[in-house]
């Protein structure tokens, strides 16, 4: 049906990608490897006498397609697109786009408890609630979940490790009478810029 393909010049395995490539290129139209009718007007008067691309290169070269593609285009058709810019110290830092963004960061989990199960929502709900209270700037970001047979809840959305130590240390002063259950963990987080 298609013919046989050969990859020549490359120095990474990329035939899985490619065959797509030259498939829709052998596929989009046979004028791509029909002549032109300048060149032999009798024979291409009408579309319906250009022969199938594919049946064409099936006779011209039995049915055997040599490509020559440089390792410079393949490897520009297959760049992974980088979401992530360098920091100052060499680290990458995810590329933070207009609208919601999800990306690894951290939040402070002030609840996890497992016992009473009829109150446990309630005291998860609460907890969020009397941090929302006391700090208007984490209104939103006070996420209660149970993952059966706990309940958590957690605050914030800190792209670091030291914005979160910082936040936690605000926070066990505010609250002592939970202060030893709270601690950063390491999440998925939302950003809306």
């Not at 009798?42 to 691309?53: C, K, L, R, W, Y």
């Not at 992530?84 to 990306?103: D, E, F, S, V, Y």
């Amino acid at each position: 049906m298609f013919p046989n393909i050969t990859f020549i010049s490359m120095k990474r395995n990329f035939e899985k990608y490619l065959i797509l490539l030259v498939l829709t290129l052998l596929t989009s139209g046979s004028h791509i490897f029909a002549q032109s009718p300048a060149n032999n007007p009798a024979e291409h008067q009408n579309e319906d006498s250009i022969p199938n691309p594919i049946e064409r290169i099936m006779e011209d070269s039995d049915g055997k397609v040599e490509i020559v593609i440089s390792n410079a285009l393949i490897e520009n058709i297959l760049k992974t697109p980088t979401s992530h810019k360098k920091t100052n110290n060499g680290a990458q830092r995810p590329h933070i786009r207009p609208g919601i963004n999800k990306m690894s960061g951290y939040r402070i989990q002030v609840f996890a408890d497992g016992r009473n199960q009829h109150s446990l929502e309630a005291r998860a709900k609460a907890r969020g609630a009397a941090i929302s209270t006391r700090f208007p700037k984490y209104r939103g970001q006070v996420y209660t979940f149970s993952s059966s047979p706990n309940w958590y809840t957690r605050v914030g959305n800190f792209r670091s490790q030291s914005e979160a130590n910082e936040a936690l240390a605000e926070l066990r002063s505010s609250f002592p009478s939970f202060a030893n259950e709270m601690r950063v963990v390491k999440c998925q987080i939302v950003v809306i810029k």
